[in-house]
């Protein structure tokens, strides 16, 4: 069992940033890969970025490259999103997820192991 609570978001002005964390419990973090998710109100929930295992390697969906990035602490159990250059379109609750698909690509949402209950990010004009 892993129990994940994401910590972080806010209110920032377009062109701002903002450092979410995501911790973890138990003792088998490091042998899951971890996801960032995203629902704004009334969309479906979306794929942000996912990090293998060791933390070299990470995935972004096109809406975010270059802007966000995600790393993990397996150390300390914690996953974060670091997202600059933010638009008013980011605006959303983000989720964190841990997943056993051992994939770097786009991840569906019914594919997550465990979730977070979010966190929410408003970027204003």
Not at 62 to 75: C, L, P
Not at 77 to 100: F, G, H, I, W
Not at 101 to 118: A, E, F, N, P, T
Request: proline share 2%; aromatic share 12%; glycine share 12%.
């Amino acid at each position: 069992q892993v129990q994940l609570v994401e910590s972080g978001g806010g209110l920032v002005q377009a062109g701002g940033s903002l450092r979410l964390s995501c911790a973890a419990s138990g003792r088998t973090f490091s042998s899951y890969y971890m996801d960032w998710f995203r629902q704004a109100p009334g969309k479906e929930r979306e794929f942000v970025a996912t990090i293998n295992r060791s933390g070299g390697n990470t995935f972004y969906a096109d809406s975010v490259k270059g802007r966000f990035t995600i790393s993990r602490d397996n150390a300390k159990n914690t996953v974060y999103l670091q997202m600059n250059n933010l638009k008013p379109e980011d605006s959303a609750v983000y989720y964190c997820a841990a997943d056993r698909q051992h994939i770097l690509s786009i991840k569906m949402v019914g594919g997550m192991d465990y979730w977070g209950k979010g966190t929410l990010v408003t970027v204003s004009t």
